[in-house]
């Protein structure tokens, strides 16, 4: 982008990538649809547990999420270096607006079983594995480079801070309509999307590509392998994914350990929601802050402290208060990991990047609620959250241990010399 528009990116505050038309279009549509995404989540959650009562079939609900997104995070970030990006989005949101609609008929017609759950959320999964990567990827492209980690903060809002929104509303709808309301809602909100790729204006991103998609994706991995740093990032974000926090471990909390009912557990994942949001405005207050190295390390230590201490609280307004410190954390985390895999993830290789991210993040993630189905019928629910923190706790201080260039990574430092690495 121009010298005027890098210079405004600056000016602009803590909100200075919402100036550029395209940001805003897709900011706002990504944002409404991660509300319904959230709805259909928590009550998919809900309706599980209702129907089986069973940890273990409520944790293998993240195993049909998980195991698309293992085997095609790779893949679809291959394709995001190939393809137009905001082509494949379009038909990715499409897609799942139609899945998230023919769930919401199976429910509201009586016909739901848990195979039908178990196969909507294996297809969503495969949707998913390639709109992720191909979304990421996307982001540069949007915001001059100086606005990107201003771009990087409020993308941060789009999944956390909606955690406030949605799992409230989808209480709401299961009260009062049922489940079949929240998926109704979700199908809607894959529209804003839509709209908004139609009409963003910048310019297909497509990587030059040697025909050879299997050589490409091998490069793809072969790089992340090579780069300490990504590749330490990727390591703490696979622990983090399978034994942090997940909603089947919230739906479990909820019902049998504090018994505060459906709509204690909106109250629950809303307070990780408002701790997204304090942790956005941290991280946007924080603009001109180049460590994000150190900020990465002391708020995944201070992630896993707050998880083990939420595994031993015995009262439901201190549970909420450490959700809110997670949330917090979490989203300041999620910030900074991403702000240097954009920086150093280079634009041929960026979608690649992107889709092995894609793996240790989405992929992996569910299997944190089977991971969570599986300890606690055999230790217990407070014990396998303790021992989650703990690992996520130690597993951060390993690293920084093994790769000391993560903890002192400096946006700006990095920049440059990526600028003249390119220059020369």
Not at 189 to 198: N, Q, T
Not at 252 to 279: E, K, M, N, Y
Request: aromatic share 8%.
């Amino acid at each position: 982008m121009s010298d005027q528009h890098d210079h405004s990116a600056r000016d602009g505050g803590p909100f200075a990538a919402l100036r550029f038309r395209d940001f805003r279009l897709f900011w706002i549509g990504l944002f409404i649809s991660n509300v319904g995404t959230w709805m259909q989540m928590t009550a998919i959650s809900w309706m599980l547990y209702d129907i089986t009562h069973s940890p273990l079939q409520l944790g293998l609900n993240g195993l049909f999420r998980a195991v698309p997104a293992i085997a095609l995070g790779i893949f679809g970030g291959t394709m995001a270096d190939r393809y137009d990006r905001k082509r494949v989005m379009l038909a990715t949101q499409v897609t799942s607006m139609l899945l998230a609609f023919a769930l919401g008929v199976l429910d509201q017609t009586g016909h739901i079983q848990v195979w039908h759950i178990y196969a909507m959320t294996a297809l969503s999964a495969i949707v998913n594995a390639l709109d992720g990567p191909a979304r990421q990827a996307l982001y540069p492209s949007l915001v001059p480079a100086s606005a990107l980690p201003n771009a990087i903060a409020l993308n941060s809002l789009l999944w956390k801070g909606t955690a406030l929104i949605g799992p409230t509303l989808a209480g709401i709808a299961i009260s009062t309509v049922g489940t079949d309301g929240a998926f109704y809602a979700n199908a809607a909100s894959f529209l804003a999307v839509v709209i908004a790729l139609l009409m963003m204006q910048t310019p297909a991103v497509r990587v030059g590509t040697t025909g050879d998609f299997v050589q490409e994706l091998k490069e793809g991995v072969a790089y992340v392998r090579g780069q300490n740093v990504i590749l330490a990032i990727m390591v703490m974000e696979s622990v983090s994914s399978v034994f942090g926090l997940d909603p089947a471990m919230l739906t479990i909390f909820a019902r049998d350990i504090l018994q505060v009912g459906a709509s204690g557990l909106g109250f629950l994942q809303s307070a990780r929601g408002v701790g997204a949001i304090i942790g956005s405005a941290v991280i946007l207050a924080m603009s001109d802050t180049r460590a994000q190295g150190k900020i990465l390390f002391v708020s995944a230590i201070l992630y896993g402290v707050c998880f083990a201490l939420f595994g031993v609280s015995l009262s439901f307004p201190l549970s909420l208060l450490l959700l809110l410190l997670m949330g917090a954390t979490d989203t300041i985390w999620a910030a900074a990991r991403n702000i240097i895999l954009q920086v150093k993830a280079p634009e041929e290789l960026r979608g690649r990047v992107m889709g092995v991210f894609y793996l240790s993040n989405r992929g992996l993630h569910p299997l944190g609620q089977t991971e969570t189905g599986l300890l606690v019928p055999l230790i217990g629910a407070r014990e396998a959250t303790v021992l989650g923190g703990l690992l996520v706790s130690g597993v951060t201080l390993l690293t920084a241990a093994k790769v000391p260039h993560l903890v002192q990574f400096r946006w700006e430092t990095a920049r440059r010399v990526k600028v003249v690495d390119a220059t020369e």
